[in-house]
């Protein structure tokens, strides 16, 4: 389950896919538990079945997949995740240490000009831009601590079981709390309530990467018709564009 931008001014539509046979099996316009509601009601009896459903971090998804399908597991992408902590954590404080920098001109530009650098994987960069990243952790203790800590808590996801998974996410959550680092701490804090469907990977590999790519041909479609009046056949090109694989 994810949502995307249906139209300008925050207004978004969701859309729902089976993750086996990458068919998109219902579009909404909403993003709210009254507007996805509609697809459980017609899944009827058949939510008995669901074993795990891939989301966001997004309450109200959440708390209508536990009311339709009780015996599902929810299970939170990383991607979503891992952006979060990039927007909450690693921006706020390097603005934080931007603004200490105040009196070293050279060095606070430096410090400006690194989120890219500190956003992007590792295995990613460049070899010059490599260098340039290792030179600005070897600097900056507190960026150092939360660009090390988002890489630790990737590992969470990537747990051979619900027992690793609990172990790293102890490790992590300690580390976290001793940093002194105030958004890390505040973010560890907000994460905590997510925990069962962090670990829920080690059961279920399953990520909503698949709808991220679904959300890029949506936004092809819009363009090609330069958007589209009708909003219900919109949802239904959308539908036609993604069938599904053949069993």
Known sequence: MDEFALHKGHRYATVIMDAERTRVLWVGPGNSRQAIRPFFERLGEHCRQTEAVAMDMNTAFDL?????????????????????????VIDRIRVNQANALRDDKPARQVVKQSRWLLLRNRENLKEEHAVRLQELLA?????????????????????PSVREGWRRWRAWLRHARESGLTPLQRFARNLQLYVRGILASARFPMHTSLLEGVNNRIKVIKRMAYGFRDVEYFFLKIKAAFPGKMR
């Not at 299970?75 to 927007?87: A, I, K, N, W």
């Open 64 to 88: 209508e997949v536990k009311q339709h399908c009780p015996w599902a597991e929810v299970v939170y992408d990383l991607f979503h995740v891992v952006t979060r902590y990039g927007r909450e």
């Open 139 to 159: 600097a900056n203790q507190p960026l150092a601590t939360v660009h090390v800590l988002k890489d630790a808590l990737k590992e969470v996801w990537y747990a």
